[in-house]
């Protein structure tokens, strides 16, 4: 028997069928595609409530005072790092100074909510996530940074201290996504167990002292960059040997250590 061509109008009933049948599957994986994507969310910080989640960290040595100059390369570094930022990754802002170095509090901890990149199309409204980003993230972030001061000379610079500190976060130390200490200092040390103002340089010496191995924390696969402020009168510190001691210090507590000029 031979089969009947279709006519014109059934080939458009098909298609017309077939259109309608492909929009009742997306409608009905809409539900599906948004539950798999909604994070159940802790509503001050915004991160995820499971805690495992990227973290970013900036620690901003004000212990020496912050030249204009690098205050405005400071604002960049943090403005880039949130460009950078992954979804749901958070992003903490700490001054180091002769306080609150033991427990430090944040100036800024919220997780990045999605911008309106991170939309979709079909379920989601950019122009809105866009809005709500820079409500409840944006403007707090530029609000903290417009905080930071040039700051003023203190008696003491606990680098090492506040570095174990940051190391020793809940959702820093036991996160298995990716983890960045971001460092914008001199680091030159200047406590009473240890300071680079007395002490030479030696990293072999250090690490056999009862102080060194209170500091020396654990903190694998932390990637750690260092923006290296160069302070007036610190040219006969802030040697080779200066940043060699660094690069061993890190690398003795497993953390990937890169070393940056802020003025570039």
């Avoid at 059934?10 to 595609?33: F, R, T």
């Avoid at 948004?34 to 969310?41: A, E």
Wanted: proline fraction near 5%; charged fraction near 25%.
């Amino acid at each position: 028997m031979a089969r009947r061509k279709l006519s014109k109008k059934d080939k458009q009933g098909i298609i017309v069928a077939a259109a309608s049948l492909l929009g009742l599957v997306v409608l009905g994986m809409i539900p599906v595609i948004v539950n798999l994507t909604s994070v159940p969310y802790d509503q001050e910080t915004l991160c995820p409530s499971e805690g495992n989640y990227a973290h970013t960290v900036v620690l901003i040595d004000k212990t020496d005072p912050l030249t204009k100059t690098q205050v405005g390369k400071l604002k960049q570094l943090i403005e880039r790092t949130k460009s950078e930022m992954l979804l749901h990754e958070k992003l903490s802002i700490y001054v180091l100074d002769d306080r609150d170095y033991s427990v430090p509090a944040p100036k800024f901890a919220l997780c990045n909510p999605g911008t309106g990149a991170n939309a979709s199309p079909i379920y989601q409204n950019p122009r809105l996530m866009q809005i709500k980003f820079e409500e409840t993230f944006g403007e707090p972030l530029q609000n903290a940074l417009d905080g930071i001061e040039l700051g003023e000379t203190r008696p003491v610079s606990p680098v090492m201290e506040m570095i174990a500190s940051i190391a020793d976060l809940k959702d820093f130390k036991l996160s298995d996504q990716r983890r960045q200490l971001i460092i914008f200092s001199d680091m030159l040390q200047n406590m009473k167990g240890y300071s680079h103002y007395r002490e030479k340089t030696d990293f072999d010496a250090f690490a056999k002292t009862d102080y060194a191995r209170a500091q020396l924390v654990e903190m694998p696969g932390v990637e750690v960059t260092i923006f290296y402020l160069i302070r007036d009168g610190g040219g006969k510190r802030q040697t080779k040997q200066h940043l060699q001691f660094w690069n061993q210090y890190f690398h003795k507590m497993g953390a990937k250590l890169i070393i940056k000029d802020p003025s570039k």
